[in-house]
């Protein structure tokens, strides 16, 4: 199992390869920085004004840390408030049989896939993965495991530098699917998004009918684990920044996923059956920030042809 971690926050991520971070904007990083160099105050709400254009890698972690919640905006407690953390993660149980055999298993399966993009340490990873998803299950028995745990967790393994963080993280992101679920279970979710998908684009929800494909395997892990089974690695990380930076991203995921389909229209009528299943359960790399602002005009649409929008929770 993995040790416990170390209360610095500069630390490197165990799970986490060390890569060159791409070429981002030199603004935007100061921007970034004057926010985060404050000793009194982060201002999150600036935070979520950078991040809806995109987070610098090297950063992201910090940064989604402050628009989750998990690290407050008031620094004059930082360091007790951090170390509290650390200690309550430390306590907590992380010793799961049953439950870390499967995380093994898919854990190994998810790297394999994911190793072209070089972003995880296959050493480290997985002990890592085991030790938060059982900690997370030990601690909340109501909620079941899903092997769709690993790939919600593994965009904070990359972004976190310490386990503990990981774990704050998938924490708040999981509860927040759960809660969801609760306020609205998954066949409305998904009948809600097909009659969206049936108004918008009517000649591909038709193709999908004559191709007789399986609306509710694709659709319900789109709706409800936020795009983290099928984006790639790194559009996962593109759209996270959005959503973390968004106060309801749940109610904006579904015209996310319907941005999806209208760009992807041309091409998934070109395909039959099985070549469509295997694209909607892994999606190509797309530009995230024509997708999300595409979603925003889809929203407008449906609004403007319903006078009013039902809430799709993701």
């Known amino acids: 199992m993995a040790a416990s971690p170390p209360l610095s926050s500069s630390s490197s991520s165990p799970g986490r390869r060390r890569t060159s971070p791409p070429l981002h904007s030199a603004l935007l990083r100061e921007d970034y920085d004057e926010v985060l160099e404050s000793e009194v105050f982060i201002d999150v709400n600036r935070l979520r004004k950078y991040a809806r254009h995109g987070?610098?890698?090297?950063?992201?972690?910090?940064?989604?840390?402050y628009l989750l919640g998990v690290e407050k905006s008031d620094r004059s407690n930082e360091f007790t408030q951090r170390k509290a953390r650390y200690e309550a993660y430390r306590e907590i149980d992380k010793e799961n049989v049953e439950v870390?055999?499967?995380?093994r298993g898919e854990a190994t399966r998810y790297l394999a896939r994911a190793k072209k993009d070089n972003l995880l340490d296959p050493h480290t990873a997985p002990a890592i993965f085991e030790a938060v998803i059982c900690a997370y299950i030990n601690c909340n028995n109501h909620v079941e495991y899903s092997p769709s745990f690993v790939q919600?967790?593994?965009?904070?393994?990359?972004?976190?530098?310490?386990?503990?963080?990981?774990?704050?993280?998938?924490?708040?992101?999981?509860?927040?699917?759960?809660?969801?679920l609760l306020d609205n279970n998954i066949n409305k979710r998904v009948a809600q998004f097909l009659?969206?998908?049936r108004t918008l684009m009517p000649e591909l929800y038709d193709y999908f009918e004559e191709e007789e494909l399986d609306v509710g395997e694709?659709?319900?892990?789109?709706?409800?684990y936020l795009l983290a089974k099928e984006l790639p690695t790194q559009s996962v990380l593109d759209l996270w920044d959005v959503y973390f930076a968004t106060p309801d991203y749940v109610a904006l995921h579904p015209f996310v996923c319907l941005a999806i389909l209208r760009h992807l229209k041309d091409s998934l009528e070109d395909l039959e059956q099985s070549e469509i299943r295997s694209m909607l359960l892994r999606l190509p790399k797309m530009n995230?920030?024509?997708?999300?602002?595409?979603?925003?005009?889809?929203?407008s649409e449906i609004q403007a042809r319903y006078g009013a929008i039902v809430s799709v929770r993701a």
Request: charged share 20%; hydrophobic share 40%.
């Open 100 to 103: 870390s055999k499967r995380v």
């Open 288 to 299: 995230i920030s024509r997708i999300v602002s595409q979603a925003y005009n889809i929203r």
């Open 55 to 65: 987070i610098p890698p090297e950063i992201r972690g910090v940064v989604w840390k």
């Open 218 to 224: 694709w659709a319900s892990s789109w709706l409800r």
């Open 152 to 180: 919600v967790c593994a965009p904070f393994v990359i972004t976190m530098k310490s386990e503990c963080d990981v774990y704050s993280c998938f924490e708040r992101l999981v509860n927040v699917i759960y809660e969801s």
């Open 195 to 197: 009659s969206y998908f």
